[in-house]
Structure formats: C-alpha cells, structure tokens
C-alpha cells in the first residue's frame, strides 16, 4: 500500500536560512509526488510536483525539491527563508491508474524566525 | 479564473442528524475529489467524480456519499452524523481525472458535530 513520511512534525528555521522539509514515500509503481502548503484557515495551495524528468523539481515561491528513487525521498527546499513561508507543509504521493487520490503525509509545521 | 469554492465555510450540527456540502470546480474543470482532514488522521481521501460517475473511493462507511452534476459541481452528504464527523471537508478540482494533474483546493468547509 502507498505512503507518505514526514518525519518532523516542526521544523525550526531562521530567516534567511535555508530550509528542508522532509519526504519519504512508498508506492508499488512508479510515485508522483506532491507539496502542498496550508495556512492557518485556508485550504491547501499547490507548491510543485514531481511526475518524471528531472529529480530537481522547481516550484512556486522559490521552493524545490529533490526526487531521489534510491532513497524514496522527495525533500522540499528552499535556499533563503522568509518569515511569511511559516504554514504547514504537506507532501503527497498518488500511484499510477489512481486518478487524483492523493496521499498525505502528517505534515510537517514550518516555522521561520526573523 | 475563479478558485474552488465550497459553501457553507462553517457548519454545526447535532448528532443524527445529515448534512450536505457543495463544492464549485474551477471553470472547466472536470474532476473533483473529495478528503477529510482531522487533528488525528490528518488527510484523508473520500471520493473522486469525473464526469458525473465515482471514479475512486476511499476508506470511509457508506454513511459519506457524494455526487457530480453536469456542470461538474459536487455534493458530498454524510447521513447519520457522529460526534468524529467533525472536521475540515475540503474539495479539490483538476482539469481531467489523471495521476499526473495537480489538484487545486478551496478554502474548506468546517463541520462540528454536537
């Protein structure tokens, strides 16, 4: 069955810093991969996806991420953090054949310091 | 372009009693999923609609259900309500049904079951 780990459930970062957030997943096929950011209130907003290709990912408000098949990771980045990046994080994995059904991570609750 | 709306944002009710929430796709838009997300199971699929038919459905007891119209707005009712009903249902819209497309989210609606 297919899976999702986020393994920080908080991750702690200054401004300016860079950032990581963590994804491991496991799938029986090939995986397509997800971020997706929410703000408190709000639904989920698309950050970028890995479908095949190249294994860095670039995505929307200077995020990427890294799809790495050895490891069955796909760690979201982003090289200088802002305050206003502070919202949690999910990332999500979907198999081949299964339409949109998405599955999530736990989460991953980003907070950047000024 | 106009995003997923969904209505009511806020809901209360008894236990036993029924609901039902809507959810507008993004114009043109032709398939729309269906997750529940808790504090204590996260994110969690409920259904997806393609062209009027259920194309993928999640774990959940038959007392969730839901359903797509011509215009590809949806309706997921869940009968019967218990006190864990309460939640965040949120509904997602993508172009066509397919692993490779992103889904595009709305704000939510906020259930509470008393």
């Known amino acids: 069955a297919q899976s999702v780990a986020q393994p920080e459930d908080q991750v702690n970062v200054a401004e300016g810093n860079p950032l990581t957030v963590k994804c491991t997943y496991s799938?029986?096929?090939?995986?397509?991969l997800f971020w997706y950011v929410q703000y408190p209130n709000r639904g989920l907003q698309f950050l970028l996806k890995?479908?095949?290709?190249?294994?860095l990912v670039k995505g929307s408000y200077g995020f990427e991420a890294e799809f790495n098949k050895s490891q069955t990771s796909f760690h979201l980045k982003k090289p200088s953090a802002l305050v206003s990046d502070s919202a949690l994080y999910f990332c999500?994995?979907?198999?081949?054949?299964?339409?949109?059904?998405?599955?999530f991570g736990q989460g991953t609750e980003l907070s950047v310091k000024p | 372009k106009a995003g997923v709306t969904q209505t009511p944002r806020y809901l209360i009710k008894t236990r036993g009693q029924q609901v039902t929430l809507s959810c507008s796709p993004i114009s043109g838009h032709r398939s729309v999923s269906w997750y529940q997300q808790t504090p204590g199971q996260g994110l969690q699929f409920l259904f997806e609609y393609f062209s009027e038919t259920q194309r993928n459905k999640g774990n959940f007891p038959g007392r969730f259900s839901g359903r797509q119209f011509s215009n590809s707005r949806s309706e997921m009712n869940v009968s019967t309500l218990e006190l864990g009903d309460s939640a965040l249902y949120l509904c997602?819209?993508?172009?066509?049904?397919?692993?490779?497309?992103?889904?595009?989210f709305g704000p939510g609606t906020r259930l509470t079951v008393t």
């Open positions: 799938v029986s096929g090939n995986p397509y």
């Open positions: 999500a994995v979907r198999e081949y054949n299964q339409g949109g059904k998405l599955i």
């Open positions: 997602a819209s993508s172009p066509y049904w397919g692993s490779s497309y992103e889904q595009y």
């Open positions: 890995y479908i095949t290709g190249d294994n």
